[in-house]
């Protein structure tokens, strides 16, 4: 299994980012997907997830309204895609699939 996040980077707040999740090593449309961030000196936590055939999804209260995830089960990708965004977001943000973890991707929002 290898799953590979890309599209973070520096963005002021109010800006927006789309994140990517590259899957590979099992069968992508059979399972659900989760993104999940940690920032500096805080425990990681979920931002939200997706049902296998997208239909379905939840979100982290806080970002609500603001972050949308999607998938693309033919290209094998998992998205995120963040507007608003605040410096709260600022994280270095996941990829899951059960327990198997993409290296991450850093987002920082400041101005």
């Known amino acids: 299994v290898q799953l590979v996040e890309s599209g973070g980077g520096l963005v002021q707040p109010g800006e927006s980012l789309r994140l990517s999740c590259v899957a590979s090593?099992?069968?992508?449309?059979?399972?659900?997907m989760s993104w999940y961030r940690q920032a500096p000196g805080k425990e990681r936590e979920f931002v939200a997830t997706?049902?296998?055939?997208?239909?379905?999804?939840s979100y982290k209260d806080s970002v609500k309204g603001r972050f949308t995830i999607s998938r693309d089960n033919v290209k094998s990708t998992l998205y995120l895609q963040m507007n608003s965004l605040k410096p709260e977001d600022t994280a270095v943000y996941y990829c899951?699939?059960?327990?198997?973890w993409g290296q991450g991707t850093q987002v920082t929002v400041s101005s």
């Open positions: 090593g099992f069968t992508f449309s059979m399972h659900s």
């Open positions: 899951r699939f059960a327990t198997y």
């Open positions: 997706i049902s296998q055939n997208g239909i379905s999804t």
